[in-house]
């Protein structure tokens, strides 16, 4: 311990050159350079994704998403939608808010708004507030019990047509996809991912108003069921299969759990990238680090990885611009 050769740290600092700065990834490439405790990170974290998207065109790699709903509500949703309409990642794992914001910002919009409002005021007059964006019940439950439900009264007369009289295999990787058959709109996450087929997973399906549309459903057609188990085996498959498997996870909670829980039965994901503002002395998933994994087996101990603390919304855009060319 603490027998370090000089000549090891051998990288000078050097200051940003805004005269030959030219776009984002300039930008990007010069943070690493300059240090700043935070900012080489986001350089790191661009390599990894560049190398990461470059691979995903071969089918013995796997590249997993995982994120929170809320960031769907807001213009974040832009990023998650083009790495899915590029089909650089193959699966997808986030929460049921996921579902619900993309299909009712599909139809309606949402608003700024601002952290300091009145949650009373607002409450009185049909308001909700999601941070400092502002939902209208309108452009939430009421458009979602609009289309969802029937919808799925759609969904299941489809299947009695086809004499499928089990659900066995129906989870939410294909309710996304029925989803998003019926969606037109190429500002939807869920018209991409049912496009180019690639698997939404949502453990919590219940958590949400999706859920409930399908709770509702269910009471006037008791036989209908979610094989949740069916999405399991979509994610073990992809696992066991993978020669190599990275994963971008944002946040934390049951998506990015759901990721490294399964990459752990193949030895550990291969790379990883990671964003995230919780704290690590609570032992919360969302605070701990990359390398905690590494101790469960769900991370390689030889993986290259990073974890940026900072605000997704504000992070991602910025390697977005400088991953997808800007």
């Not at 300091?116 to 309108?138: F, K, M, S, T, Y």
């Not at 698997?199 to 409930?212: C, E, F, K, L, Y």
């Not at 190599?244 to 399964?262: C, D």
């Not at 990883?272 to 101790?295: F, H, M, N, Q, W």
Request: glycine share 10%; charged share 20%; hydrophobic share 40%.
């Amino acid at each position: 311990m603490g027998d370090y050769n000089p000549e090891a740290f051998d990288r000078p600092v050097r200051d940003y050159d805004f005269s030959t700065m030219r776009s984002t990834d300039d930008l990007i490439r010069q943070m690493g350079d300059a240090g700043g405790f935070t900012a080489p990170k986001l350089t790191m974290a661009r390599d990894l994704l560049g190398s990461m998207f470059a691979e995903s065109t071969d089918p013995n790699v796997v590249n997993w998403l995982s994120f929170p709903a809320a960031l769907c509500a807001t213009g974040t949703r832009g990023f998650f939608l083009e790495l899915i309409k590029r089909k650089l990642v193959h699966i997808v794992i986030t929460t049921c808010g996921t579902l619900d914001h993309d299909l009712a910002r599909t139809y309606r919009d949402y608003f700024h708004g601002d952290f300091n409002l009145d949650d009373v005021a607002l409450g009185e007059i049909g308001l909700n507030r999601l941070g400092n964006v502002i939902i209208p019940n309108e452009c939430y439950g009421d458009i979602l019990e609009q289309k969802v439900l029937p919808w799925i009264e759609e969904i299941d007369s489809e299947r009695s047509r086809k004499n499928e009289s089990s659900w066995s295999g129906f989870g939410t990787v294909q309710l996304c996809w029925a989803l998003g058959d019926r969606i037109e709109d190429e500002s939807s996450i869920l018209h991409w991912a049912a496009k180019n087929r690639i698997p939404i997973v949502v453990p919590g399906i219940t958590d949400g108003s999706i859920g409930a549309q399908l709770f509702m459903h269910r009471q006037k057609n008791p036989s209908f069921m979610m094989d949740i188990l069916a999405d399991e085996q979509i994610c073990s498959d992809m696992s066991w299969t993978a020669k190599k498997s990275n994963a971008l996870m944002v946040g934390g909670g049951i998506s990015k759990h759901h990721v490294i829980w399964w990459n752990q039965y193949r030895g550990g994901l291969d790379s990883a990238v990671g964003i995230s503002t919780a704290p690590e002395y609570d032992g919360s998933l969302s605070g701990a680090r990359l390398k905690e994994a590494i101790s469960w087996g769900k991370i390689r101990p030889d993986a290259p990885q990073v974890l940026i603390e900072g605000e997704a919304s504000l992070i991602l855009p910025i390697l977005g611009a400088s991953i997808f060319g800007y």
